[in-house]
């Protein structure tokens, strides 16, 4: 029988801990007992409580990249957009408690924290710019309604997850429309981003 992942089962049972409960409220000692493993193991691999939160942080990361990842489905870039959208809500619904946590309290403020976040919300608007063939790094104006968008599309999620009553296609439609129109904006405002209007039009076929 192979060797269980001690660590493994920690982040399991920390992630578990964190996505229900504030930070402050969870103890190292809760955690070691919810994994069944010894207290000791926590200093061992993580440090302290917080070495174990981000941690679980950045293995929900991981999960959410390989989706990101994924080879979107759909005929036309529109519907490749709507179905790497689809997905992107799918995983949010499937981690509820934790993406909010971390948006919207809790130690979300930690800047070690931020940092993960914000590197995993560029790189998904980065591989979005990469498909629609934009040549790195993007321009500023281009970068910035990129950045707002993505603030968008997390506000978005965020509504769904408290009120439940606007179905998932029907958000990722509305996601990739309002993105469309954002991407027209950035052109108006510097035509030279690096995207033609047909590009453009094409995420709403």
Do not use: C
Request: no cysteine.
């Amino acid at each position: 029988m192979p060797r269980p992942d001690r660590r493994q089962m920690l982040v399991d049972a920390a992630a578990e801990l964190f996505a229900g409960r504030a930070y402050d409220e969870v103890t190292t000692t809760e955690i070691a007992r919810r994994a069944g493993v010894a207290y000791g193991l926590i200093a061992h691999h993580f440090g302290n409580k917080r070495g174990l939160y981000l941690a679980t942080i950045r293995a929900a990361a991981d999960r959410l990249r390989v989706v990101h990842e994924a080879e979107p489905q759909g005929a036309t870039p529109g519907e490749q957009l709507r179905d790497a959208l689809d997905r992107h809500i799918a995983f949010m619904e499937a981690n509820a408690s934790g993406f909010l946590a971390v948006m919207r309290g809790g130690n979300g403020s930690d800047p070690e924290v931020r940092a993960i976040v914000e590197d995993l919300r560029w790189q998904g608007a980065q591989r979005l710019l990469d498909a629609l063939g934009v040549p790195d790094p993007a321009r500023p104006v281009l970068r910035t309604t990129m950045r707002g968008w993505v603030g968008y599309l997390d506000e978005v999620v965020i509504d769904h997850l408290r009120h439940r009553d606007v179905p998932r296609g029907r958000r990722a439609a509305l996601a990739a429309a309002t993105l469309a129109a954002a991407l027209r904006a950035a052109r108006a405002a510097d035509p030279d981003i690096g995207l033609d209007a047909e590009v453009i039009d094409l995420l709403g076929a």
